[in-house]
């Protein structure tokens, strides 16, 4: 039986907070105790979460790119100034556009590698030292099994990804002896409306509340080993 984590006094960061993944592991995360920052770059994404978390002064909204090296700072400080330290970092934010190479324009391109892989870097570095001053944390980063998986047409998100879980494991290594806890975690399809709505008759689809599941799992797992890497798959997925 999975018991679920009290973090009663953690503070947490969730980037891409507003919806999707990113909402509902921010909504497990106050269930929790935890005091939790969400970012995003829609100013009205940010109040709508707002409203339906209702968690008063346990919630803080920070407008930001992740791709903006000085947004993300400004996160991380703002956290930091409101809450007292930081514990957590759930780097969720992500994009995905899908062409073929030939037809992938150069800003496309740019837009998805900078968001899905230099915003993790710009959050995990502004992060680090203020895990340490609490002796510790997690750093949770959430890739794709499109970074094992290649497929047509997604060259520049699956590179994205492949890079993510790379520099994943590099900072797992770098860290651990601070006790910051650094793991991925490798969603199949999630029904998220990712690709730009819902898909109808996609119920075989991994719900977001499943990822934010293995998310507070993560947290809770005894301090001695380390699950650095988990895949996360539809049980029943569409036969083709």
């Given amino acids: 039986m999975t018991i679920s984590p009290q973090l009663d006094g953690r503070v947490a960061i969730v980037t891409g907070g507003s919806r999707g993944i990113g909402f509902a592991t921010a909504a497990a995360l ?5 005091r939790v920052a969400i970012s995003g770059r829609s100013a009205e994404a940010l109040k709508a979460a707002e409203g339906r978390l209702q968690a008063g002064g346990n919630l803080l909204s920070v407008q930001g ?5 000085a947004d993300v700072e400004r996160l991380v400080t703002e956290t930091v100034a409101k809450f007292g330290g930081l514990d957590i970092l759930i780097n969720n934010a992500g ?10 324009s150069t800003e496309a391109w740019r837009n998805i590698i900078e968001t899905n892989l ?14 340490k ?3 510790g944390g997690w750093i ?26 790379a520099f994943t494991e590099s900072l797992m290594l770098e860290v651990r002896y601070d006790n ?7 969603p199949g399809s999630v029904q998220t409306g990712f690709g730009g709505s819902e898909e109808a008759g996609a119920d075989w689809k991994l719900a977001s509340e499943d990822v934010a599941e293995v998310i507070t799992d993560l947290l809770a797992h005894p301090a001695r080993s380390l699950p650095s890497r988990v895949e996360l798959r539809p049980a029943k997925p569409k036969q083709r």
């Fill in 133 to 135: 001053r609490r002796g």
């Fill in 180 to 186: 910051i806890r650094v793991s991925t975690v490798m």
């Fill in 95 to 104: 994009i995905g556009r899908f062409a073929n190479v030939a037809d992938l």
């Fill in 140 to 165: 949770i980063n959430i890739s794709s099994l499109a970074g094992r998986n290649s497929f047509a047409g997604g060259a520049a998100y699956c590179a994205s990804k492949s890079g993510l879980n």
């Fill in 30 to 34: 106050l269930a929790r105790g935890a």
């Fill in 118 to 131: 230099t915003g993790v870097f710009f959050g995990c570095r502004a992060a680090i030292p203020h895990l």
């Fill in 65 to 69: 790119d992740v791709a903006r090296e």
